[in-house]
Protein backbone atom coordinates (compact mmCIF):
# COMPACT_ATOMS: atom_id res chain seq x y z
CA UNK A 1 0.00 0.00 0.00
CA UNK A 2 1.50 3.36 -0.80
CA UNK A 3 2.27 5.94 2.08
CA UNK A 4 2.35 9.70 1.50
CA UNK A 5 5.86 9.86 1.39
CA UNK A 6 7.42 9.01 -2.19
CA UNK A 7 9.06 5.85 -2.90
CA UNK A 8 7.83 4.18 0.59
CA UNK A 9 5.25 1.69 0.82
CA UNK A 10 3.44 -0.70 2.97
CA UNK A 11 4.17 -4.43 2.95
CA UNK A 12 1.76 -6.34 5.01
CA UNK A 13 3.19 -9.65 6.28
CA UNK A 14 1.86 -12.90 7.46
CA UNK A 15 4.63 -14.61 9.58
CA UNK A 16 3.84 -17.12 11.46
CA UNK A 17 0.84 -16.54 13.59
CA UNK A 18 1.85 -12.82 13.20
CA UNK A 19 0.59 -10.14 10.47
CA UNK A 20 3.24 -7.51 10.28
CA UNK A 21 3.39 -4.05 8.95
CA UNK A 22 6.66 -3.38 7.19
CA UNK A 23 8.48 -0.55 5.57
CA UNK A 24 9.44 -1.03 1.73
CA UNK A 25 11.79 1.23 -0.10
CA UNK A 26 10.95 1.54 -3.82
CA UNK A 27 13.90 3.03 -5.94
CA UNK A 28 13.38 4.66 -9.19
CA UNK A 29 15.34 2.21 -11.76
CA UNK A 30 15.69 3.37 -15.32
CA UNK A 31 18.08 2.62 -17.99
CA UNK A 32 20.00 4.61 -20.15
CA UNK A 33 21.30 4.04 -23.43
CA UNK A 34 24.66 5.58 -23.79
CA UNK A 35 26.75 6.43 -26.91
CA UNK A 36 30.08 6.52 -25.45
CA UNK A 37 30.90 4.93 -22.08
CA UNK A 38 31.02 6.42 -18.90
CA UNK A 39 34.65 7.46 -17.73
CA UNK A 40 34.63 6.22 -14.28
CA UNK A 41 32.04 4.20 -11.97
CA UNK A 42 29.35 5.98 -9.95
CA UNK A 43 27.37 5.00 -7.14
CA UNK A 44 23.78 5.22 -8.46
CA UNK A 45 24.75 3.71 -12.03
CA UNK A 46 26.02 0.11 -13.31
CA UNK A 47 27.05 -1.10 -16.62
CA UNK A 48 24.03 -3.91 -17.34
CA UNK A 49 23.47 -6.08 -20.66
CA UNK A 50 19.46 -6.27 -21.43
CA UNK A 51 17.68 -6.25 -24.78
CA UNK A 52 15.83 -2.96 -25.66
CA UNK A 53 12.52 -2.83 -26.91
CA UNK A 54 11.90 -3.21 -30.55
CA UNK A 55 15.70 -4.53 -30.77
CA UNK A 56 16.82 -0.79 -30.54
CA UNK A 57 20.55 -1.29 -30.20
CA UNK A 58 22.83 -1.62 -27.12
CA UNK A 59 25.56 1.04 -27.01
CA UNK A 60 26.28 1.12 -23.48
CA UNK A 61 23.83 0.31 -21.38
CA UNK A 62 23.71 1.87 -17.61
CA UNK A 63 21.14 1.02 -15.06
CA UNK A 64 20.12 3.65 -12.33
CA UNK A 65 19.09 3.42 -9.07
CA UNK A 66 17.74 6.35 -7.03
CA UNK A 67 15.05 7.06 -4.13
CA UNK A 68 12.01 8.35 -5.18
CA UNK A 69 12.09 11.44 -3.39
CA UNK A 70 15.72 12.53 -4.97
CA UNK A 71 14.44 11.72 -8.38
CA UNK A 72 11.06 13.86 -7.97
CA UNK A 73 13.09 16.64 -6.42
CA UNK A 74 16.14 16.58 -9.22
CA UNK A 75 13.52 15.29 -12.10
CA UNK A 76 14.42 18.38 -14.36
CA UNK A 77 17.97 18.42 -14.15
CA UNK A 78 18.18 14.55 -14.67
CA UNK A 79 15.52 15.21 -17.64
CA UNK A 80 18.15 17.84 -19.30
CA UNK A 81 21.65 15.63 -18.41
CA UNK A 82 19.55 12.64 -20.34
CA UNK A 83 18.94 14.71 -23.57
CA UNK A 84 22.23 14.99 -24.21
CA UNK A 85 23.10 14.15 -28.03
CA UNK A 86 25.05 10.95 -26.88
CA UNK A 87 22.37 9.50 -25.12
CA UNK A 88 20.55 7.03 -27.29
CA UNK A 89 17.64 6.66 -25.22
CA UNK A 90 16.42 6.19 -21.41
CA UNK A 91 14.11 3.13 -20.95
CA UNK A 92 11.88 2.54 -17.77
CA UNK A 93 10.75 5.57 -16.86
CA UNK A 94 7.23 4.66 -16.36
CA UNK A 95 7.22 2.27 -14.50
CA UNK A 96 5.26 2.58 -11.91
CA UNK A 97 7.04 1.31 -8.35
CA UNK A 98 4.39 -0.68 -7.23
CA UNK A 99 4.34 -2.78 -10.35
CA UNK A 100 8.06 -2.77 -10.31
CA UNK A 101 7.79 -4.52 -6.71
CA UNK A 102 4.94 -6.17 -7.81
CA UNK A 103 6.68 -8.09 -10.23
CA UNK A 104 9.53 -8.89 -8.72
CA UNK A 105 8.20 -9.62 -5.28
CA UNK A 106 4.97 -11.18 -6.35
CA UNK A 107 2.83 -12.58 -3.09
CA UNK A 108 5.42 -14.91 -1.26
CA UNK A 109 8.78 -13.04 -0.35
CA UNK A 110 12.24 -13.51 2.01
CA UNK A 111 14.66 -11.82 3.38
CA UNK A 112 17.71 -11.80 1.32
CA UNK A 113 20.32 -14.15 3.26
CA UNK A 114 23.02 -11.60 2.91
CA UNK A 115 20.31 -9.21 4.74
CA UNK A 116 20.29 -11.92 7.32
CA UNK A 117 23.71 -12.07 7.61
CA UNK A 118 24.22 -8.33 7.96
CA UNK A 119 21.26 -8.02 10.40
CA UNK A 120 23.04 -10.48 12.86
CA UNK A 121 19.45 -11.15 14.80
CA UNK A 122 19.00 -7.38 15.20
CA UNK A 123 14.95 -6.61 14.59
CA UNK A 124 14.16 -4.52 11.75
CA UNK A 125 10.81 -3.15 10.25
CA UNK A 126 12.52 -1.42 6.85
CA UNK A 127 13.51 -3.04 4.01
CA UNK A 128 14.86 -2.10 0.30
CA UNK A 129 13.18 -3.65 -2.27
CA UNK A 130 16.43 -5.79 -3.42
CA UNK A 131 16.27 -6.89 -0.15
CA UNK A 132 13.71 -9.29 -0.35
CA UNK A 133 13.42 -11.90 -3.47
CA UNK A 134 9.91 -13.85 -4.47
CA UNK A 135 9.61 -17.30 -3.67
CA UNK A 136 7.22 -20.05 -5.29
CA UNK A 137 4.38 -21.50 -4.27
CA UNK A 138 5.47 -24.86 -4.32
CA UNK A 139 7.92 -23.91 -1.43
CA UNK A 140 5.17 -21.85 0.48
CA UNK A 141 2.13 -21.38 1.09
CA UNK A 142 0.27 -18.24 0.69
CA UNK A 143 -2.62 -17.48 2.88
CA UNK A 144 -4.01 -20.86 3.84
CA UNK A 145 -7.45 -21.03 4.78
CA UNK A 146 -7.71 -19.97 8.72
CA UNK A 147 -4.58 -18.53 9.06
CA UNK A 148 -6.05 -15.17 8.48
CA UNK A 149 -9.61 -13.48 9.63
CA UNK A 150 -11.70 -11.07 7.92
CA UNK A 151 -13.98 -8.08 8.40
CA UNK A 152 -16.39 -6.82 5.98
CA UNK A 153 -17.01 -2.95 5.56
CA UNK A 154 -19.60 -2.25 3.06
CA UNK A 155 -20.11 1.63 2.14
CA UNK A 156 -22.77 2.57 -0.76
CA UNK A 157 -22.96 6.24 -0.92
CA UNK A 158 -25.67 8.13 -3.46
CA UNK A 159 -26.48 11.60 -3.27
CA UNK A 160 -27.39 12.78 0.26
CA UNK A 161 -27.77 8.49 1.50
CA UNK A 162 -25.69 6.22 2.14
CA UNK A 163 -25.45 3.04 4.28
CA UNK A 164 -22.14 1.50 5.60
CA UNK A 165 -22.43 -2.15 7.25
CA UNK A 166 -19.50 -3.32 9.38
CA UNK A 167 -19.90 -6.81 9.66
CA UNK A 168 -17.34 -8.92 12.48
CA UNK A 169 -17.59 -13.12 11.89
CA UNK A 170 -15.79 -13.81 14.35
CA UNK A 171 -17.85 -11.72 16.78
CA UNK A 172 -21.56 -12.29 15.05
CA UNK A 173 -22.00 -8.55 15.06
CA UNK A 174 -22.60 -6.13 12.58
CA UNK A 175 -23.20 -2.40 13.12
CA UNK A 176 -25.32 -0.78 10.18
CA UNK A 177 -24.95 3.07 9.77
CA UNK A 178 -28.20 5.35 7.71
CA UNK A 179 -27.01 7.93 6.76
CA UNK A 180 -30.14 10.53 5.34
CA UNK A 181 -30.83 14.29 5.30
CA UNK A 182 -33.05 13.05 8.38
CA UNK A 183 -32.53 10.91 11.22
CA UNK A 184 -35.32 8.15 10.21
CA UNK A 185 -34.42 4.42 11.21
CA UNK A 186 -36.60 2.36 8.63
CA UNK A 187 -34.70 -0.91 8.39
CA UNK A 188 -36.65 -3.90 8.66
CA UNK A 189 -35.60 -6.69 11.20
CA UNK A 190 -32.20 -7.48 10.56
CA UNK A 191 -31.41 -10.60 12.11
CA UNK A 192 -34.86 -12.00 10.26
CA UNK A 193 -33.49 -10.68 7.43
CA UNK A 194 -30.02 -12.15 7.52
CA UNK A 195 -31.58 -16.00 8.47
CA UNK A 196 -34.01 -15.71 5.72
CA UNK A 197 -31.63 -14.75 3.25
CA UNK A 198 -28.54 -17.16 5.14
CA UNK A 199 -31.17 -20.41 4.80
CA UNK A 200 -32.18 -19.04 1.24
CA UNK A 201 -28.40 -18.84 0.34
CA UNK A 202 -27.96 -22.25 2.31
CA UNK A 203 -29.77 -24.77 -0.56
CA UNK A 204 -27.14 -23.17 -3.33
CA UNK A 205 -23.90 -23.74 -1.53
CA UNK A 206 -21.95 -25.14 1.71
CA UNK A 207 -21.70 -24.19 4.97
CA UNK A 208 -18.18 -23.51 4.70
CA UNK A 209 -18.61 -20.80 2.06
CA UNK A 210 -21.12 -18.66 4.38
CA UNK A 211 -20.32 -16.77 7.53
CA UNK A 212 -21.75 -18.03 11.00
CA UNK A 213 -25.48 -17.54 11.71
CA UNK A 214 -27.10 -15.55 14.13
CA UNK A 215 -25.46 -11.90 14.12
CA UNK A 216 -26.22 -9.10 16.42
CA UNK A 217 -27.21 -5.86 14.71
CA UNK A 218 -27.13 -2.54 16.29
CA UNK A 219 -28.68 -0.06 13.37
CA UNK A 220 -27.95 4.05 13.88
CA UNK A 221 -29.37 6.73 11.51
CA UNK A 222 -27.47 9.74 11.32
CA UNK A 223 -27.83 12.95 9.15
CA UNK A 224 -23.98 13.64 9.27
CA UNK A 225 -21.27 11.20 7.42
CA UNK A 226 -18.42 12.41 9.87
CA UNK A 227 -20.39 10.84 13.05
CA UNK A 228 -20.62 7.65 11.06
CA UNK A 229 -17.03 7.76 10.27
CA UNK A 230 -15.89 8.39 13.69
CA UNK A 231 -18.52 5.63 14.99
CA UNK A 232 -16.50 3.11 12.66
CA UNK A 233 -13.30 4.43 13.47
CA UNK A 234 -14.13 3.71 17.12
CA UNK A 235 -15.24 -0.26 16.72
CA UNK A 236 -12.23 -0.57 13.84
CA UNK A 237 -9.66 0.85 17.11
CA UNK A 238 -11.51 -1.70 19.68
CA UNK A 239 -11.11 -4.43 17.48
CA UNK A 240 -7.50 -3.41 17.08
CA UNK A 241 -6.41 -3.12 20.74
CA UNK A 242 -8.34 -6.48 21.31
CA UNK A 243 -5.03 -8.31 19.38
CA UNK A 244 -7.35 -10.91 18.01
CA UNK A 245 -5.23 -12.08 15.53
CA UNK A 246 -3.71 -11.05 11.92
CA UNK A 247 -7.29 -9.72 10.37
CA UNK A 248 -7.88 -8.28 7.02
CA UNK A 249 -10.61 -5.55 6.30
CA UNK A 250 -12.61 -7.02 3.02
CA UNK A 251 -13.64 -3.22 1.89
CA UNK A 252 -16.84 -2.83 -0.71
CA UNK A 253 -17.15 0.86 -1.18
CA UNK A 254 -17.83 3.44 -4.64
CA UNK A 255 -15.58 5.09 -3.45
CA UNK A 256 -11.91 5.13 -3.86
CA UNK A 257 -10.24 3.41 -0.80
CA UNK A 258 -8.09 6.86 -0.50
CA UNK A 259 -10.98 8.55 0.13
CA UNK A 260 -13.00 5.77 2.80
CA UNK A 261 -9.35 6.39 3.95
CA UNK A 262 -9.35 9.93 4.25
CA UNK A 263 -12.74 9.97 6.15
CA UNK A 264 -11.93 6.72 8.09
CA UNK A 265 -7.87 6.65 8.71
CA UNK A 266 -7.83 3.49 11.14
CA UNK A 267 -8.13 1.57 7.63
CA UNK A 268 -4.86 2.45 7.08
CA UNK A 269 -3.94 0.22 10.06
CA UNK A 270 -4.93 -2.76 8.65
CA UNK A 271 -4.49 -4.63 5.53
CA UNK A 272 -7.40 -4.02 3.37
CA UNK A 273 -8.48 -6.07 0.27
CA UNK A 274 -10.85 -4.06 -2.29
CA UNK A 275 -14.25 -6.33 -2.88
CA UNK A 276 -14.93 -5.34 -6.98
CA UNK A 277 -18.66 -5.89 -7.10
CA UNK A 278 -20.66 -3.20 -8.90
CA UNK A 279 -24.16 -2.35 -7.05
CA UNK A 280 -26.32 -1.89 -9.48
CA UNK A 281 -29.03 -0.04 -6.39
CA UNK A 282 -30.78 2.76 -6.43
CA UNK A 283 -32.09 5.09 -3.39
CA UNK A 284 -34.31 7.08 -4.78
CA UNK A 285 -37.35 5.24 -3.76
CA UNK A 286 -39.19 4.77 -0.92
CA UNK A 287 -38.26 1.98 1.20
CA UNK A 288 -34.86 2.68 0.43
CA UNK A 289 -33.34 1.05 3.34
CA UNK A 290 -35.13 -2.06 3.51
CA UNK A 291 -33.78 -2.50 -0.47
CA UNK A 292 -30.22 -1.27 0.81
CA UNK A 293 -30.23 -3.98 3.53
CA UNK A 294 -30.84 -7.20 1.64
CA UNK A 295 -28.60 -5.81 -0.74
CA UNK A 296 -26.01 -5.57 1.65
CA UNK A 297 -26.89 -8.65 3.37
CA UNK A 298 -26.59 -10.67 0.43
CA UNK A 299 -22.97 -9.23 -0.66
CA UNK A 300 -21.81 -10.41 2.92
CA UNK A 301 -23.27 -13.65 2.56
CA UNK A 302 -21.35 -14.33 -0.40
CA UNK A 303 -17.92 -12.71 0.67
CA UNK A 304 -16.90 -15.81 1.93
CA UNK A 305 -16.96 -17.30 -1.73
CA UNK A 306 -15.40 -13.86 -2.80
CA UNK A 307 -12.44 -14.28 -0.64
CA UNK A 308 -12.07 -17.72 -1.15
CA UNK A 309 -11.77 -17.16 -5.32
CA UNK A 310 -9.25 -13.58 -4.28
CA UNK A 311 -7.44 -16.02 -2.71
CA UNK A 312 -7.30 -18.56 -5.38
CA UNK A 313 -6.28 -15.64 -7.77
CA UNK A 314 -3.69 -14.19 -5.33
CA UNK A 315 -1.83 -17.75 -5.60
CA UNK A 316 -2.12 -17.62 -9.35
CA UNK A 317 -1.18 -14.44 -10.36
CA UNK A 318 1.54 -14.48 -7.70
CA UNK A 319 0.06 -11.44 -6.28
CA UNK A 320 -0.97 -9.91 -2.67
CA UNK A 321 -4.74 -10.18 -2.40
CA UNK A 322 -4.81 -6.69 -1.38
CA UNK A 323 -3.58 -5.48 -4.98
CA UNK A 324 -5.75 -7.43 -7.03
CA UNK A 325 -7.32 -5.06 -9.62
CA UNK A 326 -10.77 -4.45 -10.89
CA UNK A 327 -9.61 -6.06 -14.21
CA UNK A 328 -7.57 -8.69 -13.34
CA UNK A 329 -7.31 -10.55 -16.70
CA UNK A 330 -5.74 -7.24 -18.15
CA UNK A 331 -3.34 -6.71 -15.15
CA UNK A 332 -2.63 -10.51 -15.29
CA UNK A 333 -1.33 -10.14 -18.77
CA UNK A 334 1.05 -7.48 -18.24
CA UNK A 335 2.46 -9.24 -15.30
CA UNK A 336 2.57 -12.34 -16.86
CA UNK A 337 4.94 -10.77 -19.45
CA UNK A 338 6.77 -8.43 -17.44
CA UNK A 339 8.23 -11.37 -15.33
CA UNK A 340 8.47 -13.21 -18.60
CA UNK A 341 10.76 -10.28 -20.04
CA UNK A 342 12.59 -9.33 -16.89
CA UNK A 343 13.49 -13.13 -16.96
CA UNK A 344 14.93 -13.18 -20.86
CA UNK A 345 16.97 -10.04 -19.77
CA UNK A 346 14.56 -7.57 -21.94
CA UNK A 347 13.79 -4.02 -20.54
CA UNK A 348 10.09 -2.73 -19.94
CA UNK A 349 8.67 -0.53 -22.67
CA UNK A 350 5.60 -0.05 -20.33
CA UNK A 351 3.48 3.26 -20.64
CA UNK A 352 0.10 4.34 -19.07
CA UNK A 353 -0.53 5.42 -22.81
CA UNK A 354 -1.33 3.77 -25.80
CA UNK A 355 2.28 5.07 -27.11
CA UNK A 356 4.89 2.20 -25.98
CA UNK A 357 7.53 3.84 -24.01
CA UNK A 358 10.73 3.59 -26.26
CA UNK A 359 13.66 5.23 -24.98
CA UNK A 360 12.41 8.72 -25.96
CA UNK A 361 11.44 7.74 -29.72
CA UNK A 362 7.50 7.58 -28.80
CA UNK A 363 6.82 10.42 -31.36
CA UNK A 364 8.11 8.42 -34.43
CA UNK A 365 5.29 5.85 -34.23
CA UNK A 366 2.18 7.78 -35.06
CA UNK A 367 1.85 5.64 -37.76
CA UNK A 368 1.09 2.41 -35.87
CA UNK A 369 -0.91 4.12 -33.02
CA UNK A 370 -3.47 5.76 -35.79
CA UNK A 371 -3.38 2.21 -37.73
CA UNK A 372 -5.91 -0.07 -36.64
CA UNK A 373 -6.93 -3.37 -38.08
CA UNK A 374 -9.85 -4.13 -36.13
CA UNK A 375 -12.39 -1.95 -37.72
CA UNK A 376 -12.12 -4.73 -41.07
CA UNK A 377 -14.99 -7.04 -40.74
CA UNK A 378 -13.98 -10.48 -40.78
CA UNK A 379 -17.28 -11.53 -41.08
CA UNK A 380 -18.21 -13.65 -44.39
CA UNK A 381 -21.41 -14.23 -45.77
CA UNK A 382 -22.64 -15.64 -48.97
CA UNK A 383 -26.16 -14.59 -49.48
CA UNK A 384 -27.85 -16.81 -51.70
CA UNK A 385 -29.98 -19.96 -52.56
CA UNK A 386 -27.66 -23.40 -52.63
CA UNK A 387 -28.79 -26.99 -52.94
CA UNK A 388 -25.75 -28.12 -51.01
CA UNK A 389 -25.47 -27.76 -47.22
CA UNK A 390 -25.07 -24.67 -45.22
CA UNK A 391 -22.42 -24.18 -42.21
CA UNK A 392 -22.29 -21.73 -39.67
CA UNK A 393 -18.63 -21.49 -38.04
CA UNK A 394 -18.24 -20.09 -34.51
CA UNK A 395 -14.17 -19.43 -34.13
CA UNK A 396 -12.60 -18.76 -30.98
CA UNK A 397 -9.23 -18.21 -29.87
CA UNK A 398 -7.63 -16.96 -33.19
CA UNK A 399 -4.94 -15.31 -31.62
CA UNK A 400 -3.92 -17.75 -29.42
CA UNK A 401 -4.20 -20.29 -32.20
CA UNK A 402 -2.05 -18.00 -34.33
CA UNK A 403 0.76 -17.54 -31.99
CA UNK A 404 1.04 -21.49 -31.08
CA UNK A 405 1.14 -22.28 -34.74
CA UNK A 406 3.48 -18.88 -35.87
CA UNK A 407 6.65 -21.44 -36.36
CA UNK A 408 5.12 -22.58 -39.41
CA UNK A 409 4.33 -19.62 -41.30
CA UNK A 410 7.74 -18.91 -42.03
CA UNK A 411 7.51 -22.72 -43.17
CA UNK A 412 4.59 -21.75 -45.52
CA UNK A 413 6.75 -18.79 -46.62
CA UNK A 414 9.88 -20.88 -47.79
CA UNK A 415 11.81 -18.96 -45.46
CA UNK A 416 13.02 -22.01 -43.60
CA UNK A 417 14.29 -23.55 -46.16
CA UNK A 418 16.14 -20.85 -47.55
CA UNK A 419 17.43 -19.54 -44.04
CA UNK A 420 16.12 -16.01 -45.24
CA UNK A 421 13.28 -14.05 -43.37
CA UNK A 422 11.90 -10.57 -43.17
CA UNK A 423 9.82 -10.90 -40.28
CA UNK A 424 12.51 -12.15 -38.03
CA UNK A 425 15.66 -10.49 -36.55
CA UNK A 426 18.99 -12.22 -36.31
CA UNK A 427 19.39 -12.75 -32.59
CA UNK A 428 22.45 -11.08 -31.09
CA UNK A 429 25.93 -13.38 -30.58
CA UNK A 430 26.39 -14.05 -26.84
CA UNK A 431 30.16 -12.83 -27.69
CA UNK A 432 28.52 -9.26 -29.27
CA UNK A 433 26.66 -9.34 -26.55
CA UNK A 434 29.22 -9.15 -23.72
CA UNK A 435 31.37 -6.94 -26.19
CA UNK A 436 28.32 -4.53 -26.70
CA UNK A 437 28.53 -5.14 -30.24
CA UNK A 438 25.42 -5.76 -31.32
CA UNK A 439 24.88 -3.72 -34.39
CA UNK A 440 27.50 -5.57 -35.91
CA UNK A 441 25.20 -8.55 -36.05
CA UNK A 442 21.95 -6.50 -36.70
CA UNK A 443 20.05 -7.50 -39.95
CA UNK A 444 18.63 -4.47 -41.34
CA UNK A 445 15.12 -4.01 -40.44
CA UNK A 446 11.93 -3.75 -43.30
CA UNK A 447 9.41 -3.26 -40.68
CA UNK A 448 7.91 -3.65 -36.98
CA UNK A 449 7.47 -7.48 -37.15
CA UNK A 450 11.38 -7.99 -37.90
CA UNK A 451 12.02 -5.56 -34.93
CA UNK A 452 9.32 -7.31 -32.46
CA UNK A 453 10.30 -10.87 -33.19
CA UNK A 454 12.32 -11.15 -29.52
CA UNK A 455 9.30 -9.73 -27.68
CA UNK A 456 7.15 -12.26 -29.61
CA UNK A 457 9.02 -15.43 -28.88
CA UNK A 458 8.86 -14.79 -25.30
CA UNK A 459 5.01 -13.77 -25.72
CA UNK A 460 4.66 -17.15 -26.91
CA UNK A 461 6.60 -18.58 -24.29
CA UNK A 462 4.30 -16.84 -22.01
CA UNK A 463 1.06 -18.14 -23.94
CA UNK A 464 2.05 -21.94 -24.39
CA UNK A 465 2.68 -21.89 -20.53
CA UNK A 466 -0.98 -21.07 -20.57
CA UNK A 467 -2.51 -23.83 -22.52
CA UNK A 468 -0.63 -26.56 -21.03
CA UNK A 469 -1.62 -25.42 -18.07
CA UNK A 470 -4.91 -25.54 -19.14
CA UNK A 471 -4.72 -29.38 -20.35
CA UNK A 472 -2.43 -30.92 -17.92
CA UNK A 473 -4.07 -28.96 -14.82
CA UNK A 474 -7.17 -27.78 -16.16
CA UNK A 475 -6.64 -24.10 -14.88
CA UNK A 476 -9.75 -21.75 -14.90
CA UNK A 477 -7.40 -18.99 -14.30
CA UNK A 478 -5.12 -19.89 -17.01
CA UNK A 479 -8.12 -20.12 -19.45
CA UNK A 480 -9.56 -16.86 -18.10
CA UNK A 481 -6.05 -15.84 -19.46
CA UNK A 482 -6.28 -17.23 -22.53
CA UNK A 483 -10.04 -16.04 -23.06
CA UNK A 484 -9.18 -12.62 -22.73
CA UNK A 485 -5.22 -12.16 -24.16
CA UNK A 486 -6.53 -10.82 -27.50
CA UNK A 487 -8.24 -8.04 -25.35
CA UNK A 488 -4.88 -7.31 -23.55
CA UNK A 489 -3.15 -7.53 -27.00
CA UNK A 490 -5.29 -5.15 -28.15
CA UNK A 491 -6.30 -2.44 -25.84
CA UNK A 492 -4.32 0.38 -25.30
CA UNK A 493 -4.99 0.65 -21.62
CA UNK A 494 -3.05 -2.09 -21.19
CA UNK A 495 0.46 -1.44 -19.58
CA UNK A 496 2.95 -2.98 -22.19
CA UNK A 497 0.53 -2.41 -24.81
CA UNK A 498 2.35 -2.57 -28.36
CA UNK A 499 0.87 -1.20 -31.72
CA UNK A 500 3.53 -3.03 -33.45
CA UNK A 501 3.11 -6.47 -31.33
CA UNK A 502 -0.49 -6.47 -32.19
CA UNK A 503 0.21 -5.95 -35.89
CA UNK A 504 2.76 -9.16 -36.11
CA UNK A 505 -0.12 -11.07 -34.70
CA UNK A 506 -2.49 -10.22 -37.76
Known sequence: AETSHPGLYKLWAVIGNDLHCMKLNIPR???????????????????????????NMVYFLYEYSVPEEMYLKHINEINADLSAP??????????????????????????????????????TDSFDLEHLEMRSLAQFSYLE???????YLYHHNQGQKALFGLFIPSQRKASIFILDTVRSNQMPNLSNLYTAERTALLEKTTEELLPPEKHTFEV?????????SRA??????????????????????????QRLAAAVPVLEEFPVVPVHVVDEISYNVLDWQRHGARRMIRHYLNLDSCLSQAFEMARYYHLPVGNLPQDVSIFGSDLFLARHL??????????PTARPD??????DDSRLVIENDDQVSVEINAQGCYSTVCVELDLQSLAVN?????????????GASLGVSFDVIQQASLEDMMSGNQGASALASYDETALCSNTFRILKSMVVGWVREITQYHNVYADNQVMHFYRWLRSPSSLLYDPALHRTLH
Open 29 to 55: VFYVNQKVPKQEEGVAFKKVNRMLPRS
Open 86 to 123: DIEGVYETQVPLLFRALVQLGCVCMVNKHIVRDLAGRE
Open 145 to 151: PGSIRHM
Open 220 to 228: RAENDIKAI
Open 232 to 257: VQRILLNYKEERRGPTLIAVQSNWEL
Open 342 to 351: RKHNHLLWLS
Open 358 to 363: LGGKEA
Open 402 to 414: TILQSQHVNDMEG
